[in-house]
Each structure stands twice: as structure tokens, then as C-alpha cells.
């Protein structure tokens, strides 16, 4: 689990994500072709060991797209069905230092199927409280029907049962079904593979 929550930005970047273009916008997303099969490779040893794997997303903004140009491994703890950075400051630097958003993350399901956790929903709504872009990728290479999906939290029915939760936490719990009847979560449909596109690899391990 990442706690978004915890994200330290520049005087700069707190006026952007304060602003209504940001807050209200539907900006695309454009992320390297490559990004989760060397996620996988960085990932092999846990999940070999059943243990699952974490990385953080990091985005510039230019003309109404996010390009997703960082991705960084940080120290971590894991289980079977977590994973939980650790000296989440070395994140931040890396971030501040670049000047990125933090539009997402992404972690491995090892031996589950591709779905989000409700610690998964809490980790992933505290992103878009911040960037309503922000996306989740959910890696499960031992999934025959899906081995990986793009998901975010439904908009604004998600949210608001994820903002009236009280469960919060390490802990796994229900989440009650949104008034609206729609699902918590969904498929990300403003996500695009984008061949030409490099990023970095910070891995902190």
C-alpha cells in the first residue's frame, strides 16, 4: 500500500493541484509501451516468493496530457497480499526533484487474480483526491482470464463511499455499493500505450 496522502510537492505544484483546471479536468494519460513488462522484470524475485511488489508513478503535464516518465521502486515490505513502502521520503525527493505528478502506481498480485483490494481502493483514492487522473495498474501474471488491468475508482460514487469509509487501514474490509448501483471501481479508459516514450527507473530496494 502507498498512502498518496503523505505526497510533500513545491509551492508551484500546490497552486497547480489547487487549481480548477486540474481539479476538473479529463487529461489524458501516456504511458510507456515497455512500463509493466520491466515492472515484472524488477518484480521477478517476489513473485517467485509469492510476495507481492509496489512501484510509483511519476508524470509531467504538458498540453492536456500526463506523460508517465518515472517509475520508482521504493524500499518496501511485503506479503502475499501486501506491500507497504517504507522511507516513502526518498519517493518524494525523487518527485520534487523532477518536478512530477504522482498519477498512480503499480503493484504485482502474484498469486491472486487481477482485482483491486479495499486497501488497494484507499491507496488509489487518496491518488486521485490529489490528481482525478490517477490511475492504478494491477499485475497478475498467474491470472489466465486477465494478467493485468488499469483501474481507477468510479467518480464520484467511488469516491464518496471511499471518503465516508471508516475502515481505513492495513486491514482488509467491504466497502458498501454506491447509491448509484455503479461499480466502485473501473477500467481506465483515458490510458495509452505509447511506443516512443522513455522513462527512468529509480529502484531504492
Not at 10 to 18: E, G, R, V
Not at 69 to 76: E, W
Amino acid at each position: 500500500m502507498l498512502d498518496g496522502r503523505r505526497q510533500i510537492f513545491s509551492a508551484d505544484k500546490q497552486q497547480i493541484f489547487a487549481g480548477e483546471k486540474l481539479r476538473h479536468s479529463s487529461n489524458r494519460m501516456s504511458k510507456s509501451a515497455r512500463l509493466m513488462e520491466d515492472f515484472l522484470e524488477l518484480a521477478k524475485d517476489n513473485t517467485e516468493k509469492d510476495l507481492e511488489t509496489c512501484g510509483v508513478l511519476g508524470a509531467f503535464l504538458e498540453k492536456g496530457t500526463f506523460y508517465v516518465t518515472t517509475l520508482i521502486i521504493p524500499k518496501q515490505e511485503s506479503t502475499s497480499n501486501s506491500c507497504q513502502a517504507v522511507n516513502e521520503e526518498e519517493i518524494f525527493a525523487i518527485q520534487n526533484d523532477r518536478s512530477l505528478f504522482p498519477v498512480g502506481w503499480i503493484h504485482t498480485h502474484p498469486s491472486q487474480s487481477c482485482f483491486m483490494s479495499s486497501i488497494d481502493l484507499h491507496t488509489q483514492y487518496s491518488y486521485q483526491v490529489m490528481v482525478p487522473e490517477a490511475f492504478a495498474i494491477v499485475v497478475a501474471p498467474t491470472d489466465n482470464s486477465r494478467s493485468y488491468g488499469i483501474f481507477r475508482v468510479s467518480d464520484p460514487s467511488g469516491m464518496s463511499v471511499l471518503k465516508e469509509c471508516q475502515e481505513k487501514g492495513s486491514q482488509f474490509h467491504s466497502h458498501k455499493e454506491p447509491v448509484s448501483g455503479s461499480p466502485i471501481y473501473e477500467h481506465c479508459t483515458h490510458v495509452y500505450k505509447n511506443s516512443n516514450l522513455r522513462f527512468e527507473i529509480f529502484d531504492l530496494r
